[in-house]
């Protein structure tokens, strides 16, 4: 069974710019989580999606923003990006059935 | 509201000495409890879970992981350190009913000499 995909591994943007991130869950799952990590704050919880619809959302501003399609693949989206948003966004996805999340290798977003 | 505590930022120990890596946690209900593991550059692995039953718990690369329910506490263990072991863990734990998200520790860098 592949693993989780994110794409793309390494983003460098620019102050004030968007960025869309795309996380493909493993076949099945159906719960797509996203973390943000930054040496200072850890990891975050950003949100989590399960058939479409967002189930859980984190403590973030609403410049952060998420989708999930129908075939469980997700994407968020980071709109008037802050140097403060540099970080590895990691997605993950879990099953019904398996308690445990499985990760991605992560996005590296640098914001310049 | 769910918490993990990783009261040490590093762990150095030497390779073939047994190694410890703290938890504790706290939630309102019955714990669901991970370990996972980050090498540089990389996503999380999954190294193994506390859902019910024996309180030692054994998971992948021969680490083990005890739970203790009067200490709400969930600690990482090894006999034999291996250099390779060098990385950063993080604790986790999750709230039985309903779907509640995974929340993490700091997490815990380990560092393993030669």
């Known amino acids: ?112 | 509201a769910q918490s993990v505590a990783q009261p040490e930022d590093q762990v150095n120990v030497a390779e073939g000495n047994p190694l410890t890596v703290k938890c504790t946690y706290s939630v309102s209900g019955n714990p669901y409890l991970f370990w996972y593991v980050q090498y540089p550059n990389r996503g999380l692995q999954f190294l193994l879970k506390y859902i019910t039953g024996d309180n030692l718990v054994k998971g992948s690369y021969g680490f083990e992981a005890e739970f203790n329910k009067s200490q709400t506490s969930f600690h990482l263990k090894k006999p034999s350190a291996l250099v390779s072991d060098s990385a950063l863990y993080f604790c986790a734990v999750r709230e039985w009913s309903g779907y509640s998200t995974l929340t993490f520790g700091k997490g815990t860098m380990l560092l393993v000499s030669p």
């Open chain 1, 1 to 112: 069974k592949a693993g989780v995909t994110q794409t793309p591994r390494y983003l460098i943007k620019t102050r004030g710019q968007q960025v869309t991130l795309s996380c493909s869950p493993i076949s099945g799952h159906r719960s797509v989580s996203w973390y943000q990590q930054t040496p200072g704050q850890g990891l975050q919880f950003l949100f989590e999606y399960f058939s479409e619809t967002q189930r859980n959302k984190g403590n973030f501003p609403g410049r952060f923003s998420g989708r999930q399609f129908s075939n469980s693949r997700s994407e968020m989206n980071v709109s008037t990006l802050e140097l403060g948003d540099s970080a590895l966004y990691l997605c993950a996805s879990s099953s019904r059935e398996n308690t445990e999340a499985f990760f991605g290798q992560g996005t590296r977003l640098t914001v310049v």
